[in-house]
C-alpha cells in the first residue's frame, strides 16, 4: 500500500493532532531559544500589545474553527441527502478538511503557548520571530480558510457528481492503459487440481481494496505455482470466507506474505474499482428518482456521468484478470468484470426506478444509441439487449400510446431537443 493511500485511509484526526503538537513545542521553544541565542533581536511591539495580539487571535481562532467546522460537517450531512451517503466519507476525510482543523488548531495553540514567553529576555519588547510566526500562521489560517470554502463548493451535486466521473476516469486509465501486460491468456487447467494452500479471511467483514499485483505473481513464480483469488476488487469479505487459493506450487507459501499482496479496509476505494465511480453515480440517480426527493434531472445528469464512463470501459480491453511473469507463465488470477457486468450495474436500476419518468427513458435511450454508435461491433449486442429491455420497461409503465411514443424518443437532454428534430436540421 502506497504512503499515500495510508495518510489517506489514517484517521482524519492524525493531521491535527501532529498540527497541534508542532504548534506547542514551537511556542514553548521560539522565545526560549531567541531569549539565548539573540536576546537583543526583538520586534517593534511593546508585551502589552503583543500580549492583546497574541491573546485577539487565539480567541478568534477557537470561536472560527467552532463555527467554520459547525457548518461544514452540517452541510456534509445536510448533502448527504442529495447522493449517495458514502461520498460523504470522501469528503470528511479529505485532506484540506484535515489540514484545515490543523491550522486553525495551531494556531490557536502556538498563540496560547508563545504568551508565556514573550519576555524572557526582559527587553520589554516581544520576541522576534516568535511575533511573526504568529502573523505567518494568521494569514495561513485565511488562506486555509479559503480553500476549505472552495472545497465545500464541491458538494454541489454537479460537482460531486464530475468528481466521481472523473475517479472513475481515472482507475480506468490506470487498470486499462497497457493490455499487454496481462499476457495472451493462460490455460485454466490448473483447476483441475486440488489446491495447495487456501488463505481466509480472519475477523470482521472488510472490503477488498486493491490487489498488489507484483507482488502475488512474484510469490507465485517463487513456488512455481499460480494464485488464484476467490475474491474481487469491490467485495466485502466476511469471517473464513477463502480470499485466495495456491495451485501447483512446489512448497506453501508464507501467510503473511500473501496478505500483504491484497489491501482490505472498511470501505471500498476507486484504486482499482472502477465498478464503485458507477456505483455511487448509480446511488445518487436512484436517490434523486425516489418519491422523497423525486429530481429526475439529477439522475440525468448522473446518466451523463455514466455514459462517458461506460464509452472508456467499452473502448477498452476488460479481460485483464490473468497475469504472467516474465516467461509468459500464468501465475495470478484476478476475477474482474465485463462488458455485461458493467452495463447491468449501469443501467438496471435507474431504468426500474425511472421506468414513470419521461426525462430518464428519453435520456437511456439517447445514451445507448450513442454508445452502439460509438463503440464496435463486439459490444454492441449487449447494448441492443439493454435497449430492448428499456423499451419494453416504457411499454408496461405507459397505457396512452402517446406517451410512449414520446417516452422512447432519443434526447440527451431528458427533454430537451429530441434527436429526431434535431437530425432534421
Known amino acids: 500500500m502506497s504512503l499515500k493511500k495510508k495518510m489517506f485511509q489514517s484517521s482524519p484526526w492524525t493531521i491535527p493532532l501532529l498540527y497541534a503538537l508542532i504548534a506547542v513545542a514551537a511556542g514553548l521553544s521560539f522565545p526560549r531559544i531567541e531569549a539565548r541565542m539573540w536576546p537583543g533581536l526583538a520586534a517593534g511591539v511593546s508585551i502589552p500589545t503583543a500580549t492583546a495580539v497574541y491573546s485577539a487571535i487565539a480567541s478568534g481562532m477557537i470561536a472560527l474553527t467552532g ?247 467499452g473502448l477498452s480491453r476488460l479481460d485483464i484478470g490473468e497475469y504472467h511473469d516474465g516467461d509468459g507463465k500464468l501465475r495470478l488470477v484476478v476475477p474482474s468484470p465485463g462488458w455485461e457486468d458493467f452495463l447491468r450495474l449501469g443501467f438496471d436500476e435507474i431504468r426500474f426506478y425511472g421506468a414513470t419518468s419521461v426525462q430518464v427513458t428519453r435520456r437511456m435511450t439517447a445514451l445507448l444509441a450513442d454508445l452502439i454508435s460509438a463503440l464496435p461491433d463486439g459490444r454492441r449486442a449487449a447494448l441492443r439487449y439493454w435497449q430492448q429491455r428499456l423499451q419494453d420497461t416504457i411499454t408496461r409503465s405507459f397505457v396512452d400510446a402517446e406517451e410512449k411514443t414520446e417516452a422512447s424518443v432519443e434526447d440527451r437532454q431528458g427533454l430537451g431537443i429530441p434527436r429526431r428534430h434535431s437530425e432534421g436540421l
Request: hydrophobic letters at 50%; proline letters at 4%.
Open 67 to 313: 463555527i467554520v467546522f459547525s457548518l461544514t460537517f452540517v452541510m456534509v450531512q445536510f448533502s448527504a441527502t442529495a447522493y449517495s451517503p458514502r461520498l460523504v466519507f470522501w469528503i470528511a476525510r479529505d485532506p484540506v478538511m484535515s489540514h484545515a482543523l490543523g491550522i486553525f488548531t495551531a494556531t490557536f495553540l502556538y498563540a496560547i503557548a508563545a504568551l508565556a514567553g514573550l519576555d524572557r529576555s526582559g527587553s520589554g519588547r516581544a520576541p522576534f520571530i516568535s511575533a511573526w510566526v504568529v502573523v505567518a500562521m494568521l494569514f495561513a489560517s485565511v488562506a486555509m480558510f479559503i480553500s476549505l470554502i472552495q472545497r465545500i463548493g464541491v458538494l454541489q451535486i454537479n460537482r460531486m457528481l464530475i468528481f466521481t466521473g472523473d475517479q472513475g476516469r481515472e482507475v480506468i486509465r490506470t487498470m486499462y492503459r497497457s493490455t499487454d501486460s496481462t499476457g495472451t491468456g493462460g490455460s485454466r487447467e490448473y483447476r483441475q487440481l486440488s489446491p495447495v494452500q487456501t488463505l481466509v479471511h480472519h475477523g470482521r467483514p472488510r472490503a477488498i481494496q486493491a490487489v498488489d499485483v507484483a507482488t502475488l505473481v512474484k510469490l507465485a513464480k517463487a513456488s512455481g505455482g499460480v494464485i488464484d483469488l476467490s475474491v474481487a476488487v469491490g467485495d466485502t469479505a466476511g469471517e473464513l470466507q477463502p480470499l485466495l487459493r495456491v495451485f501447483g506450487a512446489r512448497q506453501a507459501i508464507d501467510e503473511r506474505e500473501l496478505r500483504r499482496g491484497i489491501d482490505v479496509g472498511e470501505e471500498r476505494t476507486f484504486e482499482q474499482d472502477p465498478k464503485y465511480a458507477i456505483r455511487l453515480l448509480v446511488d445518487i440517480a436512484i436517490r434523486a428518482l425516489s418519491p422523497a426527493v423525486n429530481d429526475p434531472t439529477t439522475a440525468v445528469q448522473a446518466l451523463d456521468q455514466i455514459g462517458d464512463l461506460l464509452l472508456w470501459l
